[in-house]
């Protein structure tokens, strides 16, 4: 066991000194043992790592495009891709109704967030177990892995944000006043992703069927989440149950912040909200519950 994984009781003993006239003094053993039920958080050890954090994100964007001929151009070929497709398939056939924005720039919109909740899921989902070298040698907050794994994204987020801001001077679109609330949707869709991906790092390592499921889970949640239509389309408790899905709330959003698409759906945005507190919640909880294991297990 690494002690460093191990979230500690320390038990102090007193040993009885020797025989009467011996010149031994008194001795204390110190005896340390894994605590037991739910630990503390201590995300205050987090601030202390925060160079860690750092140099573990910035390892991540540097080796997702190390030795690639496209370099950072892949941030923005899948989001495109995707639109085009999206256009083609849900505009073009399906003819969902817009609100009067042009359908590229609605779908790309939606998109950007996905994508960046889609590569966060799937990176910081196999943090823990892609750095077992690390977690088994050296102590260290364990939850800097997913959280490093999901800052990484935010460079590839702000990669394809650029082709946003060209298509939308393309089709003469302004942007809407609400874009000082853009930063607060980005921190939203931020906790929505750490949320999914506290869970799915620390479930890896207990059961490796998780890398299975992750990519099934990504593409049922791109259509249960509004970004190929409106969240307008839906109504009564078909509403309801998108409305729980944490990215709903941030993507539409999004669209509202960027493109002035509409007035708000609080109702729905609050409901998203707190779905995304309370899985964060339990996700830091469950993670710091089975973290003294990790050493052993990955």
Excluded at 62 to 76: D, E, N
Aim: charged share 10%; with cysteine; hydrophobic share 50%.
């Amino acid at each position: 066991m690494v002690l460093g994984d191990m979230i500690t009781e320390v038990v102090e003993t007193r040993s009885e000194p020797h025989a009467p006239g011996s010149t031994s003094q008194e001795t204390f053993d110190i005896m340390i043992r894994p605590s037991r039920g739910w630990v503390a958080l201590n995300l205050r050890e987090l601030w202390r790592f925060r160079g860690l954090l750092y140099f573990l994100a910035w390892r991540d964007v540097k080796v997702r495009y190390k030795q690639t001929a496209l370099g950072a151009l892949w941030a923005i070929i899948q989001p495109v891709m995707t639109m085009v497709i999206f256009t083609v398939i849900f505009n073009r056939v399906a003819k969902i109704n817009s609100g009067g924005i042009p359908y590229p720039i609605f779908s790309y919109c939606g998109l950007l967030p996905w994508t960046f909740f889609a590569y966060a899921m799937m990176q910081s989902s196999s943090s823990l177990v892609g750095n077992a070298n690390l977690i088994s040698k050296v102590y260290f907050p364990r939850l800097l892995m997913p959280i490093a794994s999901t800052l990484a994204g935010l460079m590839d987020f702000a990669i394809a944000f650029l082709v946003l801001i060209g298509m939308m001077a393309y089709y003469h679109v302004t942007p809407s006043p609400a874009l000082v609330l853009l930063p607060g949707f980005l921190l939203l869709a931020l906790a929505a992703a750490l949320s999914v991906g506290i869970w799915l790092s620390a479930l890896n390592v207990q059961y490796r069927d998780v890398r299975y499921t992750v990519p099934f889970l990504t593409q049922i949640g791109l259509y249960v989440t509004p970004v190929a239509y409106p969240m307008s389309l839906s109504s009564g408790k078909l509403h309801t149950i998108l409305a729980l899905n944490p990215m709903a709330g941030v993507v539409e959003g999004f669209r509202w912040a960027l493109l002035g698409q509409q007035g708000l759906d609080v109702g729905s945005l609050a409901l998203s909200a707190t779905m995304t507190l309370l899985a964060l919640t339990g996700g830091l909880f469950y993670f710091r519950r089975m973290e003294r294991r990790f050493a052993d297990v990955v």
